[in-house]
């Protein structure tokens, strides 16, 4: 894959037909021209998913990226998150046109709720508001992220909608498999926060990502990368380096075998998370 590619990323499309790339551009924690510089060479290079956040801090350095890149604003799909404050109805969709503006946007491809808090009770309310953005055209589709079982099933039981999208944190460590085939089930798609999980797992002593990725003359995060992919997953990988950025979506282009797959999606533990951060107990602001 070349440094600037037009390559076509492959899609998946949603439950409610909008079609996700199948790789996408994580932005945390980058900030200032920084942020605007990785955003930008992301879409050079041929990124055309945008994951953002409120509390990430940078809508506004990725929205001044979309503007200053000679990609088609229609070609990109920016997605964004609406923080545990925001939760309460009014206030969530405050959030999304408070987005809108920093990013001078006119409509938002996707947004999310970025972590339940299920100790407020709102993880419901906040959702019905983001239907209501999407009813007033502020927000083309509504996905959730950091949502267990449980709480899916609540939102889905208490307003017969069914998000789009689950964001949550998986990567080898922690393969999140019987919340994968949930979604599955459910009809929605998963999209992995932190999918190289900063490579942590390199050092753990077993040398399974070692041994697939040079079977495939691959670096361990393309082969980490790959099976994702190979799973379903839309992972969300960060990089300010073009390079890296390439690396990455080449990705896209390995086929793993089913036998790695699973041989890499055995390498998870019970405390395979990277931080505390059980949705039913950890509060976001």
């Given at each position: 894959m070349d440094a600037m590619t037009t390559a076509p990323i492959p899609t998946r499309t949603l439950n409610d037909g909008l079609e996700l790339p199948a790789i996408g551009f994580g932005t945390w924690p980058l900030r200032g021209d920084d942020a605007v510089a990785a955003v930008r060479s992301a879409l050079d290079v041929g990124y055309r998913l945008l994951d953002t956040a409120v509390n990430y801090e940078n809508e506004a350095e990725v929205g001044r990226a979309v503007r200053e890149s000679a990609v088609p604003r229609a070609e990109i799909l920016v997605q964004t998150k609406v923080p545990g404050r925001f939760h309460a109805r009014?206030?969530?969709?405050?959030?999304?046109?408070?987005?809108?503006r920093r990013m001078h946007l006119d409509v938002l491809d996707l947004v999310l709720v970025h972590w339940p808090n299920p100790?407020?009770?709102?993880?419901?309310?906040?959702?019905?508001?983001?239907?209501?953005?999407?009813?007033?055209?502020?927000?083309?589709?509504?996905?959730?992220?950091?949502?267990?079982?449980?709480?899916?099933?609540?939102?889905?039981?208490?307003?017969g909608f069914t998000p789009s999208v689950n964001q949550v944190e998986l990567h080898p460590s922690f393969p999140q498999a019987e919340l994968v085939a949930r979604h599955e089930s459910l009809g929605i798609r998963t999209q992995a926060w932190s999918p190289l999980a900063r490579m942590e797992f390199e050092g753990d002593g077993d040398d399974t990502l070692t041994r697939i990725a040079a079977a495939h003359g691959i670096s361990p995060a393309q082969a980490v990368l790959a099976w994702h992919v190979a799973r379903g997953i839309v992972p969300l990988p960060k990089s300010a380096d073009p390079a890296r950025q390439v690396a990455n979506l080449a990705a896209l282009e390995i086929t793993l075998t089913p036998d790695e797959v699973a041989a890499m999606t055995a390498l998870g533990r019970p405390d395979g998370r990277l931080f505390d951060g059980d949705p039913e107990t950890h509060e976001e602001d």
């Open positions: 009014d206030l969530a969709i405050r959030s999304v046109e408070d987005s809108l100790s407020q009770g709102r993880y419901v309310e906040v959702v019905e508001a983001l239907l209501t953005c999407r009813e007033r055209g502020l927000v083309r589709s509504v996905g959730v992220s950091n949502y267990t079982e449980r709480l899916l099933d609540e939102v889905i039981e208490a307003t």
